[in-house]
């Protein structure tokens, strides 16, 4: 892979320049001789979100410093730092998260910044798990920001990068626990959906994969956590598997994470895809849309009446659960969500032109985007979705009054005619606090 594209191959960074930092004191440097800066975390957004005019700064070079504090039971680790790592130390040490993504190559702080998220009906996405973040300014200096005692720090967390370069988290961790996955195939949609709450509270974590056109699901992948009572035997009518499947038809399981009902640590069955293997080529796009857990049934109705249109783009879709959280820019804040997430073949501009129509539909049900993803939504038509975004907006502007962060991204789809008519310019917030008066949360709480 070329260093100027993202994991995908569908965008060309614009950077000027990259800089990889080996500490601390370097990317405050780096942070604070850039004009324009912004954060590359994993190279797996889909979009220009991560990209910049100026300098893209990578955090893989810094070592993890995964540090546990087993009285707080927490867990603190550099930004950059892969899932994958941090949860086998984790496992190794006898401790979890709560939650992974279907990939642990993705780096901690480009997940938590893009609220990605996982599944399961009470789990909350990745970001959730965030007590505590240290993030480097724009001038360089360095603030430590804590969950109960910085105002505005649910605001900060799905921060999109706007905010300034997460150098370190710390993240809520509970004890190691086992888990089994069990897939079944071959599901009709219309038993799924006598009772949908009852199939995605079949297990811990519940994803159904499907084409849209097809009267079923072709496959349901269930992780139950292997001290729950009650394990699932059946599921809905379908089939129960007896080898191990990979998503897509016809494709190896090689790289995928232990199935057919074998217990084994979360860290090897919370994801979809082993550490130890690539997921793919990277010859993919992909999208997603999350609509309240309530409009559920009314919106898997719109996307199978899309089916047609949307099978011979695909290469598969999954369907997952999340629970509500009160992180202002996250896709379920305020509300438990159902994800529709589209893993599409490498045809961007066939996408790209089915996107506004598919997005019209689902606009009634409130469809919020992935932000790492591709949608065609501006700041405008996001704005009513997301009732904290105002919010968001003013403290970019507190805490990076320069612009420093801002891309085009942020300004088509975050800042949108806030930003074109002209934001007051206050103080710019400091580690020392100096000239910083209730910052960063001098509004809403």
Known sequence: MSSELNWAGNHTYRARGFAYPRSIAELQEVTASAPKLRALGSRHSFNDLADSTGTLVSLEKLEPGISIDETARTVSVSGGTRYGVLAGELQRSGYALHNLASLP??????????ATHGSGDTNGNLATAVVGMDLVLASGELLPVQRGSTADFDGMVVGLGALGIVSRLTLRIEPAFDVRQDVFT???WTTVLEDFDAA?????SVSLFTDWRSDAVSQAWLKSRADAPGLRTEFFGGTPAHAALHPLPGISAENCT???GIPGPWSNRLAHFRMGFFPSSGQELQTEYLVPREHAGEAITVMRSFGDRLAPLLQVSEVRSMAADRLWLSSSYERASIGFHLTWKPEQAAVEALLPEL???????????HWGKLFAAEADALEPRYPRLSDFRALAERMDPEHKFRNDFLERKVFGRASRRGALN???ISASGRATANVPGSGAG
């Open 105 to 114: 190559h993705i780096s901690v702080a480009g997940a938590v910044a893009t």
């Open 186 to 188: 071959n599901i009709p």
């Open 200 to 204: 995605t509270s079949a297990a811990y």
């Open 258 to 260: 232990e199935q057919l």
């Open 359 to 369: 997005e019209t539909a689902l606009a009634p049900l409130s469809a919020r985007p």
């Open 426 to 428: 206050p103080p710019a």
